[in-house]
């Protein structure tokens, strides 16, 4: 340990051991400190927010990036991670890139320390989940609920059955999928929901009312309500927002 501690304390440029982060395919990396600002990201974290330069990243926030309702999300993880002193490994989250789409990640997050060992930042590396089967893998039963969640969006849930069928009670369900995803069932359920609605909005198919009820929405009013809380906006205003994009993206320079 004390070759290990001597090695680190003479390290010149740190920046060069980061650079090996661009080296490693489909692995997403980043720095913040405890103000949640980014200080470092590798090339593939930089494409998946749409930029190319390092310094039009620095400084800046999730709440830069990131709907409303995930950047708090990610927020009060990283600050979770910053207060506990814990790290969280493999944590299931839906991301979004600079195009709109939401895509599944597993993160992995730890708490930085200053020579004082006192917690001043975290650092982040994310990987995307290719196979949903991959969740079983990772989480057991939780994983065949979470799984269920993602192929059968469009139908209602019981909560108690669904702990039923893993052989648990709901209270020690609930306990277990929030202490693993970061959320209750029912919020986790509503994300893939509202994953799925965004995507049908990109691909500007169906009134939202059809959407509503394709993604287990009992009405648009409730389907209203749920999107504007995880996007900051209305489905409305999405599909206007996504149709303007995406008419920027067909014009010729």
């Known amino acids: 340990m004390e070759h290990q501690k001597d090695f680190f304390d003479s390290l010149g440029e740190v920046r060069e051991l980061l650079r090996m982060w661009d080296t490693i395919p489909h692995l997403h990396f980043f720095l913040k400190n405890k103000e949640g600002q980014f200080l470092a990201l590798n090339r593939n974290s930089l494409?998946?927010?749409g930029?190319?330069?390092?310094?039009d990243v620095i400084g800046k926030t999730d709440f830069d990036f990131h709907p409303r309702e995930l950047a708090a999300a990610y927020v009060n993880e990283d600050r979770r991670v910053m207060i506990t002193g814990m790290p969280?490994?493999?944590?299931l989250w839906t991301v979004v890139n600079h195009h709109g789409i939401h895509e599944w990640f597993l993160s992995s997050k730890t708490p930085l320390r200053n020579r004082c060992g006192e917690v001043i930042g975290i650092a982040g590396v994310m990987r995307k989940v290719e196979k949903k089967g991959d969740f079983i893998n990772l989480y057991g039963p939780l994983g065949h609920v979470v799984q269920g969640f993602l192929r059968d969006y469009s139908q209602q849930f019981s909560m108690s059955e669904r702990a039923e069928s893993i052989g648990m009670?709901?209270?020690?369900?609930e306990r277990k999928f929030s202490a693993i995803f970061g959320q209750s069932p029912t919020q986790y359920l509503q994300q893939v929901r509202i994953h799925a609605a965004r995507a049908m909005i990109e691909?500007?198919?169906h009134e939202l009312a059809h959407i509503a009820r394709a993604c287990g929405f009992y009405d648009q009013s409730q389907f209203g309500k749920v999107?504007?809380?995880?996007?900051?906006m209305t489905p409305a205003q999405y599909r206007a927002k996504m149709t303007t994009r995406g008419a920027s993206f067909n014009t010729d320079p």
């Open 169 to 173: 009670s709901l209270s020690s369900f």
């Open 203 to 205: 691909r500007d198919q």
């Open 88 to 91: 969280v490994v493999d944590q």
């Open 51 to 55: 930029m190319n330069e390092e310094s």
């Open 227 to 232: 999107f504007k809380r995880f996007a900051g």
């Open 47 to 49: 494409l998946r927010l």
